[in-house]
């Protein structure tokens, strides 16, 4: 089979190479799986270029969490009637030297979800990581049922599907920040009631303003580092902002406007979802698939062998889950 792999961090036109390699088998417990499509994350393109750490935990890797594809075989303890199931897969390089951006790979079954058949193959590559952190960013610590919600990056792969979430466990209005008209029209697209733009306007006070001077129930933070000192003066008493992603190491989270308003701040990272969070996330995730329900976003695709190119996209802030055609 053909694979993409890096065996050192750095540039992608460096490091990343495309290679002929012997097709797995599946072991005990997992499914092979035919890769037509590879979405690419931000964290994917951050590991490969070494930025948390420089030092490989293999050898050679095969990058990308998230893919879709077709089960061609099955390992000991899994039923063969799944060989020939659409899938979309998620967490596939977590803890493991194999990712999607290969012809085949072999992973738990888990990790290898039922895809309806009105459902792409790029929309499937799309799901993993994004639709995983938006349904958790929106349900977590109560959900946001009647509840004012601020998505960060609205237009973004997480806040595109965290608006539609949003809207579909009954939020009372959601807002969204943007950072130019096009992105406006995404956000609005997905269910958003206003798309703000946080770069020629006053963003804060837009805010306020739609809220009455109140602030809003929750924000569904893209960047704590850069925002995080706005978050509290824009979030009501009693209020959350959950973190999924940040521009640095630290987050610096200010004090007495947290402690005045009694503010709660949640941070977590979706690989590490517990095994109840993850059931309830594929589970209503499958329902809104099968009732076509979420919009996708496919952004722009590459094929294999321009990967460090696809890599490059999604570096430059690409609108759209950046996606490889492997198949």
């Known amino acids: 089979m053909r694979a993409a792999v890096y065996e050192r961090t750095g540039p992608a036109e460096a490091v990343l190479q495309v290679l002929d390699l012997p097709t797995p088998a599946p072991g005990p417990g997992e499914v092979l799986v035919r890769v ?7 964290v994917d393109v951050k590991t490969r ?40 897969l998620y967490n596939a390089a977590w803890g493991r030297a194999a990712g999607t951006a290969a012809e085949y790979i072999a992973l738990p079954a888990t990790l290898a979800v039922p895809l309806p058949e009105h459902t792409d193959f790029f929309a499937g590559a799309c799901l993993g990581i994004p639709a995983l952190t938006a349904w958790q960013a929106v349900a977590v610590d109560g959900g946001v049922r009647d509840k004012t919600v601020l998505v960060a990056g609205g237009a973004g792969a997480v806040g595109h599907y965290a608006i539609q979430f949003a809207r579909a466990a009954g939020a009372r209005r ?40 109140r602030g809003v ?23 959350d902002v959950i973190v999924y992603g940040t521009g640095g190491a630290e987050v610096p989270v200010p004090f007495f406007p947290s402690v ?6 949640r941070f977590f990272i979706v690989f590490n979802l ?43 802030g690409a609108v759209g889950n950046v996606v490889l055609k492997v198949r």
């Open 36 to 42: 037509h499509a590879s979405g690419i994350n931000p």
């Open 49 to 88: 270029a070494g930025l948390r750490s420089t030092a490989l935990p293999f050898p050679r890797i095969t990058p990308h969490s998230d893919g879709a594809g077709v089960i061609e075989a099955v390992g000991d303890g899994i039923a063969r009637s799944r060989c020939g199931e659409r899938v979309w």
């Open 174 to 213: 959601v807002l969204a920040s943007v950072s130019g008209p096009e992105k406006a029209a995404l956000a609005l697209a997905a269910g958003a009631e206003q798309a703000l733009n946080y770069r020629t306007e006053d963003f804060a006070a837009q805010v306020l303003a739609l809220t009455d001077g």
């Open 217 to 239: 129930d929750r924000i569904i933070e893209v960047d704590g580092k850069a925002n995080i000192a706005q978050d509290a003066a824009l979030v009501a008493a009693e209020g």
């Open 260 to 265: 005045l308003k009694n503010l709660r701040y």
């Open 274 to 316: 517990t095994p109840a969070a993850r059931a309830a996330a594929l589970a209503d995730l499958t329902r809104q698939l099968l009732r076509g329900q979420l919009q996708h976003h496919p952004g722009p695709t590459f094929g294999l062998d321009d990967i460090a190119a696809a890599h490059r996209a999604v570096e430059r």
